[in-house]
């Protein structure tokens, strides 16, 4: 009994703290939802949100102890209903076949794909002999090829042009991360590439709004690009309107490798900055007018112009899913000045995750939302205990620069595990890049823009764009340099699925939880660590369609081949933690690929093309043959993994226990979900 009246004693003093477990408990619902290997049907979650609100009616009769507990299972059921409810709401059609033909469509969004090739977003989307109720709202095409485009690119333009489109592919390895996921929340139904030019057929749709948007966007981009050309002006790009296809390859490794890359998308930081910025601008203006001064509420009108910038800020920049999140973390942050409450609080960063996972449940699985809310979350927390605890920070001078250490080291910290865990890379210079880069950001890039802005209607845009450009050269420059210092990028085996969400468990106890009990919150973080360190990578993994295959050596993983599914190639090297490329990995195979490779008890055997089928004979009872064409009627007895037996299984992974092959297909762990595909 006193256990037990301990623990009550201890539920009772979260009291005027539980708001900050809402997005907690939402979060627990969608990740249940996602781990599901099977697709809820509308009636089960219906009767899941007539639980859900059983349990509000519940919690209102239960004691001041268990009255919360039954309101946080509420919130969870809440969290798996909205996630099926959005996963119906973005149903669309998925190409079920390869298709190679003419594709038209409408322009919506142009990007650069990670082999830097130009890439194209059409919606209405018309198919060659598809019909309409099976051709995808969305399909995503590559440019290839040296004549790329016959037309000058304008948003809503209506084209055409002979593509390679196929199905989103699934994880490139069991576990891995899902693109068909992925590419169902953003309505893609096919991708592929084109080597022909594109064709205009249709000048571009007058009138809608989103359109209108787009063509400022790209307006703004070229005339940016006209003043900062190269890599200044593809970051001063990037930066205002979101646009990232104008910076070079080799430029965002070097962001990437510094651990300056978050600089590109427009976050938190860019959001918080502009905010800030024209927050206190507004006020300077208003302060430096008496009357206004004295009896206007100038700190309110202030917020609410800050609030307007964003907002304008938000649509400039096309709206993606990191700047939305951005935008309601600011919004909050801004309407609770209004309201005459403290802007910056866990309770008002509780909130912003509430809207966010309400309105994009399945931003919680990307390392966008995971990494801002650490950050954020982990700044308040610790500038909220030096605050009450007046722990002093210097003279006046000093104090900005040891609030920029401190916020550089703590957002350091928190989001470190989650990038490495994502991107399998550690930036170790990435806080002294950080240092020397992120007060530029705030000091002369933002404020830059923002008298760019301001001059534009007279013509002297240009000031602001050449001092915005000092400051993003600054930042390149520090890029580079630390890039190039030696062991600046480390690399880290992918960990297992348990690992986020242990760290994130033990993280938020220890940040929310009130009492001595919130130390608990260390030992899911510890288990979390024992778990990535002791993790194994599979001994043998299969691509989806059979195109290559990696092996673990003494060396490292070996590959089958030095060139293709490169995409592939590229994220097992990762999740293994092993920065050679697919040139080096492929040398450590120990034969030739139609050759029998012996690694322990299995001999792998990887046939690519028809001719190489064709010269094949036969294989044995103790091989496993791979191959990316049919195999129909070779002799033998072997294992044989063609795209026809993977076609339903998705990609594999063999790994041995008791010296015993253990096959693991992606759809042994995805399960049979909406986006997965058919049968």
Known sequence: MRALDRIEASLLRQRGFLVEWVPVCLAIGIGWFFLLRFEPS????????????????????????????????????????????????????????????????????????????????????????????????RVRISLHGERKMDVAIEPGLRVMTTAHLSPPGGPVEPGGFDFQRHAWFERLGAVGYSKVPLLAIAPAAEGRAG?????????????????LPGDVGGFAAAVTTGDRSSMSLGSVDALRASNLAH?????????????????????????????VGLHWPTRKIAAGGALVAATGYLALSGASVATERAYIMAAVALVAVMLNRRAISLRSVAIA????????????????????????TALVAVFGWMRESRVPLGPGWLKPILATVISSAVAGFATAPIGAAHFNAIAHYGLIAN??????????????????????PFGLDWIGLEIMGLGLRWIIFVAHEVAGLEGARGYVPGPGNAVLPLLALGFLTLVLWQGRLRLAGLVPMLAAGMLWASVERPLVLIAE???????????????????????????????????????????????????????????????SGKRAREAFVGCKSDEILVAN??????????????????????????SLRDGQPVITTARDVTGRRIWSGTD
């Open 435 to 456: 240092l020397v880069s992120v007060p530029v950001m705030g000091v002369v890039v933002i404020p830059a823009a923002v008298l760019g802005l301001l001059l534009w």
């Open 263 to 291: 600089l590109l998308a427009i976050s938190g930081l860019h959001m918080g900055l502009l905010s800030g910025f024209v927050f206190g601008l507004l006020r300077l203006v208003m302060a430096a007018v008496p009357h």
């Open 42 to 137: 509308l009636p089960l979650l219906a009767a899941i949100a007539v639980a859900a609100l059983a349990l509000v009616a519940a919690s209102r009769v239960l004691g001041e102890a268990a009255g919360p507990l039954a309101l946080g299972l509420a919130l969870v059921a809440a969290g798996f209903v909205c996630a099926g409810l959005r996963t119906q709401q973005v149903a669309g059609p998925v190409l079920d076949f390869r298709y190679y033909g003419p594709v038209e469509g409408r322009l919506v969004e142009i990007d650069r794909s990670g082999s830097d090739a130009l890439r194209l977003t059409l919606d209405e989307v018309r198919l060659s002999d598809v019909a309409p109720m099976r051709t995808p709202a």
């Open 545 to 607: 369609d059979g195109a290559l295959v990696g092996v673990m050596t003494e060396q490292g993983r070996a590959l089958s081949k030095s060139r293709g599914a490169g995409f592939v190639a590229q994220n097992w090297l990762e999740n293994d933690g092993d920065g050679a490329g697919q040139e080096a990995a492929a040398g450590r195979w120990p034969s030739q690929p139609s050759s029998p490779a012996t690694f322990g008890t299995l001999r792998v055997v990887h046939i």
């Open 353 to 376: 995750a509430t809207i966010v996972l309400l309105l994009r449940p399945e931003a919680l699985t990307g390392p966008g939302f995971q990494m801002s809310f650490a950050a954020t």
């Open 211 to 227: 359109l209108a948007v787009f063509r400022l966007r790209m307006v703004a981009t070229e005339h940016i690009l006209s003043v």
């Open 629 to 654: 064409v049919p195999l129909d009627g070779l002799p033998g007895s072997c294992k044989i993994l063609d795209p026809e037996a993977l076609r339903k299984k998705g990609s594999v992974a063999i």
